[in-house]
């Protein structure tokens, strides 16, 4: 068998390159990846303005004051966020000043308003005044291009859009995204016992295809488009025509067919059309995963049961996934637990045992492990990752953990 390490580096490794890339409008954008550096277009802040509301003043015209309150200047100029000064601050002038607004010529500081006193105007042709403390040089002014000059590196190549990202874009006015485009997957599930959601009712000996829903909404997590979905019966016939019907994409998954019964033909239908590069990975849940290529796709073959065919598809195809996708970081994010109850592991295999955390990152299984108990999946936040070569841990243990949301 393959151990854990080995089959992911061989899987991450035939994804050599990225997809072909598309430019994707920055609304549509959300979770895809950058298919190269993106450069600033403009510098931001676009201008010099205040981070504050208060009032622009000329540090050189206050002189010495003190901290205290007790130095007044006329207020000559008002400046609204969105308005452009009409025209420079002169010494011993003080302009009133909003946030975001842009800094008039001359202006080195601005005060806040907290630190200010306004007192009442006696005559209306007279300006009013500003009782003020002594401000140091360049307080609270936002400098052009202190964010990002223009030139400069805004989105690196591989990052995921997220929101920061998004809004970084929006305010550089860049509407359009280089992105690697989102792999096309076909889903096949197989198995004589398998019927849709469309029965209402279940005959003696079938159960309802559980793993076709939920692979396709983790894969579209992941960043895929599901393109095909087939169902095959347990004949090496109708595997056959199943292949044939989900070719064109870029990754085939399979799940059921891929152990040694005599009702599973997945493998060797893959074997006698395609390329089998392993099918077996020293892991709990998880053991028979065939993965290799099928005409020019991809292919995984994934176990029957619905817990071994989801934490599979963590482990293996979703890194994959976001590979083709051409995301920089393809692997969930690994913590530190500390377990809330004893874990019961037999050495030999490693386990990814499904587990909530509470807020001080205390991990308690989510019940009875068993790979067909796909409630065990609900609640779950992390995969807790217990190794081969250890037997049990007790309650308090401290293991690493993938984070699954």
């Not at 009702?263 to 395609?274: N, R, T």
Request: net charge negative.
């Amino acid at each position: 068998m393959q151990s854990y390490d080995e089959a992911l580096a061989q899987i991450l490794a035939s994804a050599t390159v990225p997809l072909a890339t598309e430019l994707v409008p920055l609304e549509q954008a959300r979770g895809r990846a950058v298919a190269s550096d993106i450069l600033a277009t403009c510098d931001l802040p676009p201008f010099d303005n205040s981070m504050v509301d208060g009032y622009a003043v000329r540090t050189a015209s206050v002189g010495s004051a003190s901290e205290e309150l007790g130095l007044s200047l006329p207020i000559t100029m008002e400046i609204p966020a969105g308005s452009w000064p009409t025209r420079a601050l002169r010494a011993g002038e003080a302009a009133r000043i909003f946030t975001g607004a842009p800094i008039p010529e001359g202006c080195d500081a601005v005060v806040m308003v907290e630190d200010t006193e306004e007192a009442e105007e006696d005559d209306e042709n007279e300006p009013g005044r500003v009782t003020l403390r002594h401000p140091g040089s360049g307080s609270y002014i936002r400098r052009r291009g202190s964010d990002i000059a223009v030139g400069g590196l805004a989105i690196p190549a591989g990052t995921s859009l997220r929101a920061g990202e998004i809004g970084l874009l929006a305010a550089l006015g860049i509407a359009e995204i280089p992105c690697p485009r989102r792999p096309r997957v076909g889903i096949l599930s197989t198995g004589d016992e398998l019927i849709s959601l469309a029965h209402t009712a279940l005959q003696p000996g079938q159960i309802r295809d559980s793993n076709g829903p939920a692979l396709a909404a983790a894969i579209e997590e992941a960043g895929g488009v599901v393109v095909g979905r087939a169902h095959a019966k347990d004949t090496p016939e109708a595997v056959a025509e199943a292949f044939a019907k989900l070719s064109g994409c870029d990754l085939i998954i399979a799940s059921g067919g891929v152990s040694v019964g005599d009702h599973d033909h997945v493998k060797a239908v893959l074997e006698a059309q395609g390329t089998l590069s392993f099918w077996r990975i020293a892991i709990k849940p998880g053991k028979p995963l065939a993965f290799g290529t099928l005409g020019d796709a991809l292919f995984f073959g994934l176990p029957g049961n619905p817990v071994s065919s989801l934490v599979t598809f963590e482990l293996f195809v979703r890194p994959l996934l976001r590979k083709l996708a051409g995301h920089t970081r393809c692997l969930r994010s690994q913590i530190t637990i500390t377990l809330a109850t004893p874990l019961s592991h037999a050495p030999g295999r490693r386990e990814f045992v499904r587990a909530s955390l509470d807020d001080n990152l205390q991990a308690t299984p989510t019940g009875a492990q068993g790979s067909h108990r796909t409630s065990s999946m609900v609640g779950a936040d992390v995969l807790i990752i217990a190794h081969e070569h250890h037997g049990d841990y007790p309650e308090g243990t401290i293991l690493p953990a993938l984070v699954l949301r």
